[in-house]
């Protein structure tokens, strides 16, 4: 079972609406359930992901063979690529991490629109919950 917060689906579901007709790649990374606030129901230790790296479309280094280079790859556990004129599946371009997230017009939340993959291009199944990190000032880094 995969695990991802509902606001990080709808951040992603926005930017790849913004991109479209282009797609979007970008580095996803996990928080432990037992560290976010309403994720009573998934066990302390399960990873969900809830955060995103902004992507820079401006770099194309930056995005060689769908990977962002200059996010460092332990600090991204997942990948979450737009595919505007694509099936919902994992294509060759999207094979460079553990999880995949791969939306599909119309951007929205659905089984036929947004999915959950393995590297394989299997599909896993997926549980959006209604949870947050808690929060942080700026003050605190």
Same mark, same amino acid.
């Given at each position: ?25 970008? @580095? ?5 359930? @037992? ?31 769908? *990977? ?9 556990? @997942? ?10 599946? =994992? ?7 553990? =999880?995949?997230? *791969?939306? =599909?017009?119309?951007?929205?939340? @659905? ?14 199944? #997926? ?10 000032? #700026?003050?605190?880094?």
């Amino acid at each position: 079972m995969v695990y991802i917060t509902h606001a990080l689906v709808d951040v992603l579901l926005d930017l790849a609406s913004d991109a479209d007709p282009d797609r979007v790649t970008t @580095g996803v990374s996990i928080t432990s359930a @037992g560290e976010l606030e309403g994720a009573d129901t998934v066990p302390p230790e399960t990873p969900v992901f809830t955060d995103f790296f902004l992507p820079d479309p401006g770099n194309a280094v930056n995005a060689v063979f769908g *990977v962002d280079l200059s996010t460092p790859a332990r600090q991204a556990q @997942g990948q979450f690529v737009s595919h505007p004129v694509r099936e919902l599946e =994992v294509t060759k371009r999207d094979d460079l991490a553990q =999880v995949i997230f *791969v939306a =599909v017009p119309p951007w929205e939340l @659905g089984e036929d629109t947004f999915g959950a993959f393995n590297r394989s291009g299997e599909r896993l199944p #997926l549980e959006v919950i209604d949870a947050r990190p808690p929060e942080q000032s #700026l003050s605190e880094y």
